[in-house]
């Protein structure tokens, strides 16, 4: 937890103590003292099986981005067990440790929002004190083991999400807090009362000030505003604004500028400066009129403009002005205008500024507004879980694979850890695996692993997953030969061209003007009653026709010049995962330690012998296991660990104590310890000592706790 005070604390009920699960496999807890046992132990977790899959061979009739050929992981976790304890796990047993403390680069977590309602996979109705101090209990650990670069985003609706940025504040620091992200879950409006539920909110927080964002790669929609019509060498180009946010006052990046066409002086607007060097703007003025630096003297405005005290204006600041008379320079603009490769520094037909902007080759920032439309909604969502398992029931929130694949896009490069502990239907590691990342996840439902997440990354592994991210649609790019009209995306070309066909079609089926199709207009009565010729009349019908088919073919003319202005093509569709890496599925180890709290006794249970005790208080002292060895059970740095099921006595002592080399220290857990073997072990000399088990493995006597 970050050591800096913070000014505002959000405070509730039982904040000083710790949660603890009481029943195996459901969201229920009571309160205890943090320092009690059963908070405190640390879980070793069991491997149960490992999942591994090949690589597909590509298809040269398909088209494969470069995520297709990163090689895939198989350094990944999924866990069977309660969050807390997962990540005490990751924390604290040696071997997890090493791995993960300080390594995660990406934490995803989509916790119960905590809105009164109970879901099939998962209870949804914790009390507000509980639910903050099991996720502030789970933040702390996940700063922990998230390292200096790394972001964690926190998925939540609005019922607790006040609270849990008071309580992000409070573990990350305020200053750590990047933004609020406001997912469009939605596609229509929700029946019901009060107002349509459209969004989910991901709260966004660093580890440390090293955390690096990724740029989001641009799309044809980005880059439709971006055109060519001068020939520019360097490539398309808009129009951008000339000027930047306001300097500090005492620079020259606020000065005069003469319109070339109106001969008015133009500024920055106030609280802003010309974006350029002056150096910049005057080379480049240069090359449409001659211009000139002339010293107008108004540092006085230079510093209202700024708003900073006068005399911290320069007075030396010249303004660039006309080299010649404002008619030639209004001649000269005109006449290179029509040539190729107009000058950075633009002058619009108004004779205001603008400025060539070149499409970026960075990419984009990401943005907190993401629309259904490009990251997907609930229903696809639900969709994704039915294809992979038809016939079952899907899960009532689930997240579509397109926002884990922004989110870690935006938060990671391939081959970093990517931690959910909150796994629900697997979306985060299905995400993380196509993306070349590693992952860690846990279910605390053993019916859910089993149904859903397990055997949804056994099809990712195996290639057997064409959904989600697996593939990327084609999108709409420009096919005019000139470009799109400015600011027009292709999409918004697309549903014009839609809109447009949809109307001519409708003309052709509806009804039409009787003089268009040929109707009776009365006009052979007409000539019976004037006496008109009918020679006459068929030279004035004629002329009508001729008139009418040329508006049909200016109108059709028309229609095609739209239709080329507004022409896009789709593009193909690529392939970004073709199976292969693997995962293990790991469990929990049962729970070894029990504490009365009215005798102020802990306990050892059941499960709490052979092996599972011998990894347990390996996990509990901090020692890493040497399952090899013949003698000793583990190590840390030069102590050996062994553990007695038993009475330890002191010949036992001097046996274990023959097997250590010269220069290690040794540390016997037993169960039971005679007296007099302390004594003993301290005479030695060798640093050895005796634990009893489970009352030593604890940092804090019974008698404190009371």
Known sequence: MTQKKQLLELTWPNKELALIPVENGRYDYDWIDPRDPRYCEVHTINVDQVVTGTQAPKDPKRAYSERADFTPTDDNLLILGESGDVLEALMHVPELREKYRGQIKCIYIDPPFNTSKTFDQYEDNLEHSVWLTMMRDRLVHMQRLLA??????????????????LV???????????????????DSPRRGDGFSDDHDNIIVYRKSSKAVLNKMPRTEADNARFTNPDD????????DNPTANKGDGSGGMCYAIQNPLTGDLMRPPA????????????????????????????????????GVPVEKASDDVCAIVLDVPLAKAQAMIEDRRKKPNLPKILIRSTGGLGRKSYIPSEGTNPRTLWRNEEVGHNREAKSEIKRLFPGKKAFSTPKPERLLERVIQIATEPGDIVLDVFAGSGTTAAVAHKMGRRWVTCELIDSTLKDFIQPRLEKVVKGQDDGGVTKTEGERANASLEGLPEDMTPDEAFRFTQVLAKLLKDREDGPQDENEDGADTGSEDQSDETGTDD????????????????????????????????KTRKTKATINWRGGGGFTVARLSPTCFDY?????LVMLKEAATGGVLIRSVAANLGFRLTPDHRHFHGVRNSMRLVVVEGRLDEEKAADL???????????IAATEIEDGVQRYLARTGKGCRAVHVPGGLFRISSKEMN
């Open 148 to 165: 200096d670069e790394g972001t964690i985003w926190v998925h939540l609706n609005d019922t607790e999400n006040h609270r849990m940025r």
């Open 168 to 186: 992000m504040d409070e573990v990350f620091g305020a200053e750590n807090f990047l933004a609020e992200v406001v997912w469009e879950k939605a």
């Open 232 to 239: 520019d060498p360097l490539g398309p180009w808009w129009d």
């Open 271 to 306: 609280g802003s400066s010309w974006r350029l060097s002056q150096k910049t703007y005057f080379e480049e003025l240069n090359k449409w009129a001659p211009y000139k630096y002339k010293n107008l003297h108004d540092a006085k405005w230079r510093a209202e403009n700024e």
């Open 535 to 566: 020679a006459e009349t068929d030279d004035q019908d004629a002329t009508d026709t001729a008139r009418g088919l040329k508006a049909s073919l200016r109108a059709s003319k028309d229609i095609r010049a739209l239709k080329a202005l507004a």
């Open 596 to 600: 009365d709290p009215d005798l102020g």
């Open 657 to 667: 104590i023959a097997q250590l080399p010269d220069g290690e220290g040794l540390t």
